[in-house]
């Protein structure tokens, strides 16, 4: 069983930066690829961006190009996501969720990825 926690939400005025972990525990952390996702109330899952297995392959939103990088340090089996430049329009609940290989699709869909965190809130004023 894989358990996936972030933390790193929080409060933070429009143009400024959080960053946000996710700490995984269980199988294999370093094989596989890892995601981070948002979501709205009343609106479906949205990628944010996404991380191969070695680091070596980073892929994101176009929302969010440019001003969130998506991280991994598979010592720590954590994953990370530092945002910056943040808009009022990123607030919503992002989650980190793990890809273990036995769902097809393409790392922007949510149905690839087997586990997910419980999610940290983000709210960013204006």
């Known amino acids: 069983q894989v358990q996936l926690v972030e933390s790193g939400g929080g409060l933070v005025q429009a143009g400024g930066s959080l960053r946000l972990s996710c700490a995984a525990s269980g199988r294999s952390f370093s094989s596989y690829a890892m995601g981070w996702f948002r979501q709205a109330p009343g609106k479906e899952r949205e990628f944010v961006a996404a991380?191969?297995?070695?680091?070596?392959?980073?892929y994101y939103a176009d929302s969010t190009k440019g001003r969130f990088t998506i991280s991994r340090d598979n010592a720590k089996n954590t994953v990370y996501l530092q945002m910056s430049s943040l808009k009022p329009e990123d607030t919503t609940v992002y989650y980190c969720a793990a890809d273990y290989g036995r769902n097809s699709g393409s790392y922007f869909t949510a149905s690839k990825y087997d586990y997910w965190g419980q999610g940290t809130q983000v709210t960013v004023s204006s």
């Open positions: 991380i191969s297995w070695s680091g070596g392959a980073t």
